[in-house]
Antibody, heavy 123, light 107 residues
Framework: QVRLQESGPGLVKPSQTLSLTCTVS??????????WSWVRQPAGKGLEWMGRIYPNGNTYYKPSLKSRVTISLDATKNQFSLKLTSVTAADTAVYYCARATYYSDRGTYFDYWGQGTLVAVSS | DIQLTQSPSFLSASVGDRVTITCRAS??????LAWYQQKPGSAPKLLIYAASTLHSGVPSRFSGSGSGTEFTLTINSLQPEDFAIYYC?????????FGGGTKVEIK
């Protein structure tokens, strides 16, 4: 069974860097044709996709976050990570990691998600 | 960015009702659309992908339709465990975007 688990600090100070790791079990992070993503959700609000990384390291970030976001992966640990720099209170949210699987010619969809981790930005 | 507009944003329904949620895209997205269910304190769960394909393990009372810019999620015979928030998501082009959500509550 595929499982994803987010980990990282639950509190980050304004202007600092938010760092989270997603540990994957039951599947290889190097498996194709999947990719790995981060999605966040402020309390009581909708879902915001942040970016994705393919097993070969190719990344794409949401343009409005591109200057602050880095997603990387460590195949040896079967993990991928998120770094978000210069955080403000607006970055307070539950952060989810997710796997996107390619369903033949039907496209790629988020079939497994972590449970989410709340990160608060506050001094 | 492709905007997804869900309607209604809130609906109140009874067990056994048939419920329909609409998702309209600001541009043509072919059928690269998914529907997710989210319950309080939990991650979203994939229900439908490619607009109309039921994900493994999802009850058959859920169905999806549509193509282009207009899509619907239908729940036949609403069950107590179906009261949740439903989101559509487009994966036709980057950045991937979600609709604003539809909260389905018990009447």
């Amino acid at each position: 069974q595929v499982r994803l688990q987010e980990s990282g600090p639950g509190l980050v100070k304004p202007s600092q860097t938010l760092s989270l790791t997603c540990t994957v079990s039951g599947a290889s992070i190097s498996s194709n044709p999947s990719y790995w993503s981060w999605v966040r959700q402020p309390a009581g609000k909708g879902l915001e996709w942040m970016g994705r990384i393919y097993p070969n390291g190719n990344t794409y970030y949401k343009p409005s976050l591109k200057s602050r976001v880095t997603i990387s992966l460590d195949a040896t640990k079967n993990q991928f990570s998120l770094k978000l720099t210069s955080v403000t209170a607006a970055d307070t949210a539950v952060y989810y990691c997710a796997r996107a699987t390619y369903y033949s010619d039907r496209g790629t969809y988020f079939d497994y998600w972590g449970q989410g981790t709340l990160v608060a930005v506050s001094s | 960015d492709i905007q997804l507009t869900q309607s209604p944003s809130f609906l109140s329904a009874s067990v056994g009702d048939r419920v329909t949620i609409t998702c309209r895209a600001s541009q043509v997205i072919s059928n690269y659309l998914a529907w997710y269910q989210q319950k309080p304190g939990s991650a979203p769960k994939l229900l439908i992908y490619a607009a109309s394909t039921l994900h493994s393990g999802v009850p058959s009372r859920f169905s999806g339709s549509g193509s282009g810019t207009e899509f619907t999620l239908t729940i036949n015979s609403l069950q107590p465990e179906d009261f949740a928030i439903y989101y559509c998501q487009q994966l036709n082009s980057y950045p991937i975007t979600f609709g604003g959500g539809t909260k389905v509550e018990i009447k």
